[in-house]
């Protein structure tokens, strides 16, 4: 098995495709889409198990295969890999489930204004998505499938997605009996906040045992967890980090240099994702000149990290030769940096301390913050960015020797 610590040139394959599509995969030929892989010098890519459409995109007994799908996508997308030597995870939404949450909205999270977590008619923000909460019957669901997944497939990674009870927590029945069985005030934000903690680390639990269960060699990531809110209680459950950070969209450029200095504090693996999309994700209709793309790669190989980049297949099945052929252009310069960055330790001459704003590691919420990253927290950063100096981050719980 090929570890996430040896592969620094990544892509990590978006393919959230509705039920309404025609043709899903029709186009799809392993040659050729390992052809293109290895032409960019990719030698890890991360593929889709379940999208955000609650679509499965292999033969399963226990999800929803996309209807429109007629092949096993990801067993072939696995096996065409493993035959070249190229790493391969499999990627599954967890919280973000349509198919799921029209199915049983009884299982969707409920806001303080007790009102489910799904789209609202007539609105059409940019990401919209039923949202499932951890704390109902939909976690045996989603833990069924990762076991069929785990158990059938030779993946070497899972990727979980979307692993969060919405901030400061979910008032839904599944919740409302748990806090009271625990003690705990559903009116209250504190409250709120600790009991969705709970439900987030118990799942994480779940969801390991159950990889080290079917695939103990297998890396698995918890996306929505490398921040300062998260990353302490997650790390135990966590083979490695991944920082995602598309600096076009709504991320900007001081959020990654922010967490991957204060992520490498907890030692393990960071993978660090920009994307190839002029903006962020689904820009379909954009493509990152091969200059910006250079400099985001360079910046994350800056930070000790490795690199995934950000895509979304055709969905008839195949890759966007242009796409890779400007990753390949990063890609070919990144192969003759990672040398230098592999096994390098950073230097620091500043720390910054990133004070939490409530008492204790357990209630570390910077409210009102977009992506991690307040004004004050971006405004550090930028400072010592373009004072040269070399810095790092850290929280009151670290040890500042």
């Excluded at 927590?169 to 009991?195: A, K, Q, V």
């Amino acid at each position: 098995m090929i570890e996430v610590s040896e592969s620094y040139r990544q892509v990590h394959l978006d393919f959230h495709t509705s039920p309404l599509i025609r043709d899903v995969g029709s186009e799809f030929k392993p040659e050729e889409f390992i052809e293109t892989l290895r032409r960019a010098s990719v030698n890890s890519v991360t593929v889709f198990a379940k999208c955000h459409h609650g679509m499965s995109y292999y033969d399963t007994r226990v999800g929803v295969k996309h209807p429109a799908l007629r092949i096993d996508l990801l067993g072939k997308m696995v096996e065409a890999c493993h035959n070249y030597g190229v790493r391969v995870a499999a990627y599954y939404s967890v919280c973000w489930d349509s198919h799921m949450g029209e199915q049983h909205p009884e299982w969707l999270q409920v806001g303080l204004d007790g009102s489910p977590l799904r789209p609202k008619p007539f609105e059409r923000p940019y990401y919209s998505w039923e949202t499932l909460c951890l704390n109902s019957p939909y976690t045996s669901y989603v833990k069924a499938q990762l076991e069929e997944i785990l158990g059938r497939y030779e993946v070497d990674g899972i990727f979980l997605d979307i692993v969060s009870q919405r901030r400061p927590g979910c008032i839904c029945r599944y919740c409302r009996e748990s806090m009271t069985s625990l003690g705990l005030d559903y009116s209250d934000r504190d409250d709120l906040r600790s009991h969705s903690r709970i439900v987030e680390e118990r799942f994480m639990k779940e969801a390991l045992r159950i990889v080290e269960e079917k695939r103990p060699s297998a890396s698995i990531f918890f996306n929505g967890m490398s921040n300062l809110n998260m990353a302490r209680m997650a790390e135990p459950y966590m083979s490695h980090y991944e920082i995602e950070s598309l600096p076009t969209g709504p991320w900007g450029y001081y959020h990654f240099p922010l967490y991957a200095r204060y992520l490498r504090n907890f030692g393990k693996p960071l993978v660090g994702m920009t994307g190839r999309f002029h903006t962020s994700w689904a820009d379909f209709g954009g493509l990152k000149s091969s200059s910006q793309l250079l400099y985001e790669v360079g910046r994350i190989l800056g930070h000790g990290c490795a690199v995934s980049v950000g895509d979304q297949m055709h969905p008839r099945g195949f890759l966007d030769r242009a796409v890779y052929e400007n990753i390949g252009a990063a890609y070919r310069v990144a192969e003759i940096a990672e040398k230098v960055v592999r096994g390098s330790e950073p230097v620091y001459e500043a720390a910054i301390l990133a004070l939490p704003r409530t008492r204790g590691p357990d209630k570390y919420v910077l409210e009102g913050e977009v992506f991690g990253v307040d004004d004050s927290l971006a405004g550090a950063v930028k400072l010592l960015l373009e004072e040269k100096v070399q810095f790092g981050v850290i929280d009151p719980w670290m040890d500042f020797s």
